[in-house]
């Protein structure tokens, strides 16, 4: 399986157990960044949302796993129409500590 696939497989999994399956399904892009694990894309290029993550970065199960489900709260967020949806403000967190059992800490 390509990795892409691999993503899109795990994207779905985690939508199901942590979102009841309400997320809608966006495209995963892998990139080679070197400062950011993941990346929520919004509304630029035409409107598809979308998400990537650095395979340079993101490289175990484990980190790959949580850089998505750090990702699909800010897709959560935007989903909902929040003002917020790019930021790690008390939403965020809210889903973050229901998700990780802890605050998320900008490094
Ligand atoms: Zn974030």
Redesign the pocket.
């Known amino acids: 399986m390509r990795k892409t696939a691999k993503l899109q497989a795990l994207w779905a999994e985690l939508n199901a157990a942590h979102f009841d399956g309400a997320l809608k399904p966006v495209p995963i892009r892998i990139t080679r960044s070197r400062c950011t694990y993941g990346y929520f894309n919004g509304p630029d290029n035409g409107g598809q949302p979308s998400i990537r993550i650095s395979k340079v970065l993101a490289d175990t199960a484990q980190l790959l796993r949580d850089t998505l489900l750090?990702e699909m709260i800010?897709q959560r967020l935007y989903e909902d129409g929040h003002p917020e949806w790019e930021h790690?403000g008390p939403d965020f967190q809210a889903h973050h500590v229901r998700l990780f059992d802890h605050h998320?800490v900008e490094v």
């Open positions: 750090h800010h790690h998320y």
